[in-house]
């Protein structure tokens, strides 16, 4: 079947989408990766949270709800002839966001999302609009970074785990974060890389028949598995050294130690990884995680002037 002969079209009488289907539209379970990293941001930034509380509230919504809501908006839209044929549940092949309704709310979650950003200050506004053009650039024409495993997990990291992790900082900080705070934000968005080529094992079978060149699909199972592990664990060894040479062995050890028990983790899913991957998404993901807060309390005690 040819993208031409696919039918979108609505159920009969729908006119407009309901509250429930923009809901799923914008996907609540992919809002947490992104307010997490928002709220390693706001702990490494060391200041107190009855200090700046509402604007902590507005750019949790704005890294979830917002950003992300958008990112998953502007892709449902443009894989709209893909999900008809892979997935015709999903809102808009299945009619429930009919006709246009699919890139417009995408676009006025882009306004809202610029809105919002603009009472957070201009740093936190820098950062939401890289992240709003990642997430265009990500899933539209002409660039359209998905189709490349290097481009588009490189991008999706960044939205996911860097910039929000910055711009929680800067909300805090009310300004341009320490430079530690940066770079820590930084080697764990490009961990990130490797979390997002295991999420695209899923669907190896179909972005082949589709021509995506996810890094599964270009590498083979085996050797994409391989990567995405080296890739992950590479950044939290610099991690680990960097919290030791700022004095913070404690936090390093903890580092250390959710390191090892995703190495561990990592030799399991390397046995089978189109088999073990969705498994390690919920084992070493979570490991992974746990050790950017822990990175995170360390920041908090390690900036001069900040007890």
């Known amino acids: ?135 265009w650039a990500y899933s539209a024409p002409p660039l359209r970074l998905k189709q490349n495993g290097w481009w588009g997990n490189t991008a999706v990291g960044a939205c996911y785990e860097g910039l929000p992790w910055f711009t929680g900082a800067a909300v805090m900080v009310g300004g341009l974060p320490d430079w530690r705070i940066i770079l820590i934000a930084v080697l764990y968005s490009a961990g990130a890389h490797g979390i997002m080529t295991l999420n695209d094992f899923k669907s190896i079978d179909g972005d082949t028949r589709m021509g995506l060149r996810s890094l599964p699909v270009q590498l083979g199972a085996s050797a994409a598995a391989r990567l995405a592990c080296v890739v992950m664990a590479a950044p939290q060894v610099v991690v680990i050294g960097l919290l030791v040479a700022w004095d913070r062995p404690l936090h390093a050890g903890l580092v250390g130690v959710v390191l090892l028990l995703q190495g561990l983790a990592m030799i399991r899913l390397l046995q089978s990884p189109r088999d073990l991957a969705p498994w390690y998404n919920a084992t070493g993901v979570t490991l992974y995680v746990l050790g950017m807060l822990a990175s995170a309390f360390a920041l908090q005690n390690a900036i001069p002037g900040v007890s």
């Open 1 to 135: 079947m040819t993208r031409s002969a696919v039918s979108v079209s609505p159920p009969s009488g729908t006119v407009r989408p309901t509250p429930a289907a923009v809901l799923e539209l914008l996907k609540p379970i992919t809002w947490f990766p992104p307010m997490w990293a928002f709220g390693c941001g706001v702990v490494s930034s060391g200041v107190p949270l009855a200090e700046r509380w509402p604007l902590m509230l507005a750019g949790i919504v704005l890294a979830g709800p917002l950003v992300c809501g958008t990112s998953q908006a502007v892709n449902d839209w443009f894989d709209r002839h893909v999900d008809a044929i892979n997935e015709p549940d999903r809102p808009i092949p299945s009619g429930r966001v009919p006709g246009p309704w699919g890139l417009w709310i995408a676009l006025i979650w882009t306004g809202l999302s610029l809105l919002v950003a603009t009472v957070l200050g201009p740093w936190c506004f820098g950062a939401a609009v890289v992240a709003l053009a990642a997430a």
